[in-house]
Structures are given as C-alpha cells and as structure tokens.
C-alpha cells in the first residue's frame, strides 16, 4: 500500500528548518504532491514530544503512512513505528538517548536559532528511558542510514540497533549528514510514497 502520510522527526537541539527536513519537504511537495508530510516542531520533554505525535497522528493509516527521523528523531521514530506499525527511515539515529543527553541537562539553545533557549531538565532521561524498544522487535520495515565518520554518535551501535534492517553505512560523513541529497531519492523510495 503506497503510503500517503509522511512524518519527519527532527532531532535534539534541532527544527523543522534543518537542512535534512527542508530536502524532504521540498522533494516531498514537488514529487508527491497527494502526501500528507508533517514536521512538528518537538518539545524538550521526550513525554511532550511523543503525545504530541501521537495525538497528530492518531487518525494516520499506519500501513499508509512512513516516518523519517534523524538523531533523537530517529530515537523517536522507532515509538512511533512501533506503535503504528508502520515503515521508518532512521538517519544517524540515537540509541542510548538517556546515557548521552545527561550531560546536557540544564539551559540549551537551539541549533538553527540560537537565540531560542530552553531547558533540558533531570526528568527527561527517565522520559526518554519509558520510550526505548530496543528489546522490541521491529513492527514495520525500517531503513538505517549511519555515517562511520558521525563524530556525535557511533554509528557501530547503530548497526548492532538494528540488525534485521536494510542498512545504508556511509563511509565518512558526519553526523549531520551533510551529503543527504544523495541519499534522498533512496530515503523516499523506500517510504513508499503515493
């Protein structure tokens, strides 16, 4: 079933104007018009961000619908294909959010507005630590794209996280993903998009 909903996840300290999003926005409008594409602008608190989400998409078919998530996104997009069952792309995804983000507890600006502050409080590792699947099998198809050369995550674990997905590991790169235009036809392909 081509999927006709489409929901990216940004990152930790990132918004729906990263570079990787405004691609898949515009490839999105240009080449699938009839899609549905979401990119919520997500919360501080891991809890705020998924019932935000959920409540966005609850009325989405799960087995029309793929979610894209990058970093924490990618973190996030493994609740939400868990939860519809549906087809999800994970870009440099983290995989131990609680063990990495406790050393950014306290005030945070963001990544493409520094002028954007916020808080990361204490609460929020115990937040993203009831959100792990790990020890879930995968609900739907899952693509992992991971960058040896991501100099924020490893992307060694990535790999050893998702075993049974179809796996894309770039020599180099960065965690941003800096060359992702390359990637970009791949990424939408496999979502599957009507």
Known sequence: MPATHLLYLHGFRSSPQSTKARMVVRAVAQRHPRVLFWCPQLPPSPREAMALVAAGIAGWPGAGMAVIGSSLGGYY?????????????????????????????????????????????????????????????????ELLVAAQGDEVLDWREMVARYPQAEQIVLQGGDHALSGFEALLDRVLEFCALA
């Open 77 to 141: 997009a493994s609740w939400v294909a868990g939860r519809k069952r549906c087809t999800s792309v994970l870009l440099n995804p983290a995989i131990h959010p609680a063990r990495d983000l406790v050393q950014y507890i306290g005030e945070q600006s963001s990544w493409h507005q520094p002028e954007d502050r916020f808080w990361f409080r204490e609460e929020y590792i115990a937040e993203l630590q009831a959100l792990d699947l790990r020890s879930h099998a995968p609900a739907g198809r």
